[in-house]
Each structure stands twice: as structure tokens, then as C-alpha cells.
């Protein structure tokens, strides 16, 4: 099973941006879908991204779309999140998670999740 450590997390002001990266063990890394989900103070776990085992498709929640980019490198096993224009409303701990597919992720059904690293956007 795939281990997952994020990183990249901070504090920011709004508008401003952060990159998250999530480092995979192990050789199957290219095997596995990959997602971010996020999870603000008193509200459930939520998709932020996802993004197919070969990098060729990626999904995107409307609350970030056209914000957020979420990219894969399988040399390097790792999986990042660009966050630009960030908002107060972005605010949570943010986990990277591996699935057997895109479907699976958006279902809820993961295989392994990260560690969560916290983002902070003050206003």
C-alpha cells in the first residue's frame, strides 16, 4: 500500500498563493489516481482535485476551478497542488489521498491518505 507525506502548507494573505506536494512510497505510485480533499473547522471532508494515474485527465470542485492546479510527476511519486488567488473560504487542512481510480476518489473509496497539512488565508 502506498504511503502518503504532505507537505507545503502555511499561512497566507488572500490573493496570495501556496503549493502543496504529496510524496508517495513505494513503485506503484503510477498505478493510482490521486486527489486533494480539504476539511475547514466544523465541516466535512470535501474534493478539491483529482488527477488520473497518467496525469491526462483532471477534475476540478467549481470552488476552485480556474484557481487551483493539481499535477502529478510518476519519476518523482509525487503529486502537487498550485493554489493561486487564494481565499478566506480556502481555509482548511488540506490531504492528499491515492485511489484505485478518479471514480473511486469522488466516491469517498480511498486506498491511502496523507498526513493533512494545514492552509491558512487570512483576509
Known amino acids: 500500500q502506498v504511503q502518503l507525506v504532505a507537505s507545503g502548507g502555511g499561512l497566507v494573505q488572500a490573493g496570495g498563493s501556496l503549493r502543496l506536494s504529496c510524496t508517495a512510497s513505494g513503485r506503484t505510485f503510477s498505478r493510482y489516481a490521486m486527489g486533494w480533499f480539504r476539511q475547514a473547522p466544523g465541516k466535512e471532508r470535501v474534493v478539491v482535485a483529482t488527477?488520473?494515474?497518467?496525469?491526462?485527465?483532471?477534475y476540478y470542485a467549481d470552488s476552485v476551478k480556474g484557481r487551483f492546479t493539481i499535477s502529478r510527476d510518476n519519476v518523482k511519486n509525487t503529486v502537487s497542488l498550485q493554489m493561486n488567488s487564494l481565499k478566506p473560504e480556502d481555509t482548511a487542512v488540506y490531504y492528499c489521498?491515492?485511489?484505485?481510480?478518479?471514480?473511486?476518489?469522488?466516491?469517498?473509496?480511498?486506498?491511502?491518505w496523507g498526513q493533512g497539512t494545514q492552509v491558512t488565508v487570512s483576509s
Open positions: 489521498a491515492a485511489g484505485s481510480s478518479v471514480g473511486a476518489l469522488l466516491a469517498g473509496t480511498t486506498l491511502s
Open positions: 488527477i488520473t494515474y497518467n496525469g491526462g485527465s483532471t
